[in-house]
């Protein structure tokens, strides 16, 4: 890990408040995963790579172009790798992958996918064949992935009531160093 300071906050600052195709922003839909983490009682290290699932939509050129070798998931893994865990930086690229996992062991999964998933899910390669099921289901972080994957399906409402990012503030700068606080506004909806 990193001595140096990678300032997550300023990038949600940046580019938060975008949508990406679904209802919500980004900075939405990653408090809303974050939130559903928490409530499930997910380790510091899921709960991290659960906020940060897809920060690659927000240092990405061209976030829309998703490929199977080449997606939002790896985009953001390659940007935190150097500051946290192996753990948390393997979810976030894998958490691509958990969804083409689900689709392709349960058919009614692709159903249930918003219609901007389907299309990523499309483009990222769709189905995995059972060689590369049984090469992910015997990864260590597997299930984890998967959770995190069922998260972010469900974070995606846009009327959903989270916390705000700072409440995020101590885990973030364990792994990141100090981060802009002042950068912009990062709040959460509480009821």
Not at 38 to 54: F, K, M, N, P, S
Not at 102 to 109: E, H
Not at 133 to 150: G, N
């Amino acid at each position: 890990m990193s001595s140096q300071r990678l300032d997550i906050v300023a990038l949600f600052a940046g580019s938060g408040h975008h949508a990406y195709g679904e209802r919500v922003t980004q900075l939405s839909h990653a408090l809303q995963c974050a939130a559903l983490a928490y409530r499930d009682r997910a380790d510091d290290e899921v709960l991290i790579a659960t906020l940060l699932h897809d920060v690659g939509h927000l240092v990405e050129d061209h976030p829309e172009i998703e490929l199977p070798d080449r997606h939002h998931g790896g985009a953001g893994a390659a940007l935190i790798r150097p500051f946290v865990p192996p753990r948390v930086a393997w979810l976030v690229e894998h958490h691509v992958v958990a969804k083409r996992y689900l689709c392709s062991v349960d058919p009614r999964y692709v159903e249930q996918l918003s219609p901007v998933s389907r299309r990523s899910y499309a483009a990222q390669g769709a189905r995995l064949d059972l060689e590369e099921q049984l090469a992910l289901e015997t990864q260590p972080w597997f299930a984890d992935a998967v959770r995190l994957r069922r998260w972010d399906d469900a974070g995606k409402l846009p009327d959903a009531i989270y916390p705000p990012l700072i409440e995020y503030r101590p885990l973030l700068e364990r792994y990141f160093g100090p981060q802009s606080w002042g950068a912009g506004r990062l709040d959460g909806r509480r009821p």
